[in-house]
């Protein structure tokens, strides 16, 4: 391994401790879905400074220069330790540095620190593909992964550094040790899909607070259960009386101020599933939030049947979050433990409940800690 890239590692390992160290923040928090990208989550990491040398013009004397006695300062001029002279908020504060982890490895972190299992995907799990993923860049390799930008740029540094660039001729010719190419990783993965249906009541007792907590733990559940599947899909279904399928962002900030009827939901769910995932080739996670409330004992006597009989048995796992609300009754989360042994380690219904963002990470390891 060469001197850079043990550098870069035990870097990633620092970054990976400060990361651990705060992760009960992180999710609390909710900071990094904001700075999620594609495939990358930037950190802020304000205890990690990088260290660099900073040309002093003033010439006022220190190491080398005029007369000095052991013990002086080395800054400018000879101010002592409290007698600044900068104004209050004219100096420089506290440097963070954001770091960017990608997903793979924030779900990584995530399953050590709630030491959450591998998950067994069902379906097409005994076929494994190989891919190669381009991570960094070497002096050596062949033609097809030369990389000419960065060719290129060494090629016009050594030319400027030599004295041989001439502004009005500017040719810049490669030579053998400009070259550079692209390195590459093998990833093995397993052909493995699987589809997550997130439900969440809309009515007017589902406040803006209750819906962040259910935006931040499907962030963290999404990003678990990426890491251990090739392809995921994500569905997303909102109901009151009614339900119906919206997109992400309708998901998250749609609020109506209807009644509440669970089964509509319910419903739609295994449509959903029966008509598109089936459960023989397909890892089905759907995913309920509410605060408790539902319109009748009819009703949730429907619910109930229709997790027994459609949406459980072609599921991996059914998970119920309930969110607290002030205007919640908080009684659908005992009819489920009523009608399904939740505390039984083979159930595959799980329930939780989430009283405030402090106890989102106590949930996500409710929901993910069977390795279902």
Known sequence: MSRIKQDHSRFRQIVRGKIRQNLKKYISRGEL???QGKD????????????????DPKDTGGTGQGDGKPGDSLGPGNQQPGQG????????????????VTLDELAEILGEELQLP??????????????????????????????????????????????????????????????RYRTWNTIS???????????????????????EIVRIESFWINTW??????????????????????DEHTFFHTRESGGTMISSAYKLCAQIIKDEYPSADWNIYPFHFSDGDNWSVDDTAACVRI???????????????QVESP??????????????KVAETDCKVVVSEIKDKEAIIRSIKDFLGAGR
């Open 189 to 211: 993965s397993p052909q493995s899909n699987a589809v997550v249906i997130y439900m969440m009541d809309v009515s007017g007792s589902m406040g803006d607070e209750q819906k």
């Open 327 to 340: 205007y919640g009754s908080g009684q659908f989360i005992k009819d489920l433990r009523e009608h399904f």
């Open 307 to 321: 997790l027994k009989e459609d949406v459980v048995p072609a599921s991996n796992q059914f998970s119920y979050g």
């Open 118 to 179: 591998r998950i067994e995907p069902k379906g097409q799990k005994q076929v494994v593909t190989e891919r190669d993923r381009y991570t960094g860049i070497r002096p050596v390799g062949p033609d097809s992964l030369r990389h000419f930008k960065r060719t290129f740029k060494q090629a016009l540094k050594r030319t400027v550094a030599t004295g041989h660039y001439d502004p009005a001729n500017p040719i810049v010719v490669p030579i053998r040790h400009d070259m």
């Open 33 to 35: 879905i904001g700075k």
């Open 85 to 100: 002279k900068e104004k209050a908020g004219e100096g420089e504060g506290e440097k963070s540095v954001e770091v960017d």
């Open 225 to 246: 259960l990426r890491s251990q599947y090739k392809g995921i899909a994500t569905r997303y279904i909102v109901h009151d009386a009614t339900a119906r399928e919206v």
């Open 40 to 55: 990358v989550v930037s950190i802020p990491l304000p205890q990690i400074d990088t260290p660099r040398f900073k040309y």
